[in-house]
């Protein structure tokens, strides 16, 4: 932590006094720095230091995010009046980029830059053409500077110019490994945000899917996390199946088992991947097997959002036109009659998704 600032009693680790970096939680309830409880637990103790109550025989660390992000704004409110003025962005970068700058440092040019750059289309550019990517994807490996360095690079993201050059820079890297072990909740939902950023350029869609780990980081999102993350990671999976082989590695990677239950369960935006990846013959042949699917659509037609609606109704245009055994279970479940509802809606996507809809009934001779 930085010298000379006078940190609270209670940001420092029981056992080894010095601040915290990465505090973590006991099942005692008291907060350690996870080197020196880990030291402590890899020496076989199985108390509490402070309580000497008895833990588990594989204690769990739970990480107090809470905690390090009030060590982290407390650092970076009390630097000393040395550190940049907010007003320089030029000095902001040098301090990204120099090899002798201190963590601290870094952390305060990084949080300053990322209230600057969100609205100034010079200073993002100025950012990229420096060199300064090489180094804020450096520090986005960083525990202390992780989050920031990861809305930094958001920002830049904004630019469809950027948007090629970071992934040619190799953030695509940096990103999946938040992804799939980023520090906190609020950095791997940042870092599928960051994903849907770069997947709004039509060649970074191929790219991205084919990075190892990229499409099953985000599935392992949906699967594993809280709903941020589920969220972000459902728009940023949207975001990539509009590509037809994304689609086929989703469903590889099991995507529409873990969508339909997600749906289930009230997150519609899972219904929007849904509809991409009934496009896919594999994924409409897993959509088919899975029991219940076609109850978990009509509930979004008769209780979804005019978005949701209209994905429900292409998901289900996909299914019936490739079995007619899941056509008459759509039919028998009241698919026609809200088709025929949905014919008076005001989206006019609604609308047309269920004349398609009916006309499939139509064809396949179930009406």
Known sequence: MAAGINYPDDFKCPISLEIM?????????????RSSIQRWLDAGHRTCPITKLPLSDSPSLIPN??????ISNYTALNLPKSHPNPQNPQALISNLTSKSSSPELKLASIQQLCHLSKRDFELRKRLTESGAVAALLNCVSFVN?????????????????NKVGLVAEGAICNIVDVLC????????????????????????????GAYPFAIRGLITLLRQGGGCERKEAATALYA??????????????GAVQILVNLLNL?????????GLLAKCKRGREEMIKFDGCVNILIHVLTNGSSRGVQYALLTLNSLCLSSEVICMEVLKEGGFELCLRFLEDDNEKVRRNAASLIKVFGGAGCI
């Open 145 to 161: 500077l992780q989050e920031k360095a990861l809305k930094l690079l958001l920002n830049l993201s904004l630019d469809d110019d």
């Open 181 to 208: 072990g980023g520090e906190s909740a609020d950095c791997r939902a940042t870092a599928a945000t960051v994903l849907t950023s770069l997947a709004v350029v039509e060649v970074n869609k191929a790219t991205i």
């Open 266 to 274: 009230g997150l519609e935006r899972a219904v929007e991947v849904l």
């Open 240 to 253: 990539l199946c509009s590509f037809p082989d994304n689609r086929r590695r989703a469903v590889e990677c």
């Open 21 to 33: 970096t990465e505090p973590v939680i006991l099942s005692s309830g008291h907060t350690f720095d």
């Open 65 to 70: 995010h809470a905690l390090r992000s009030l």
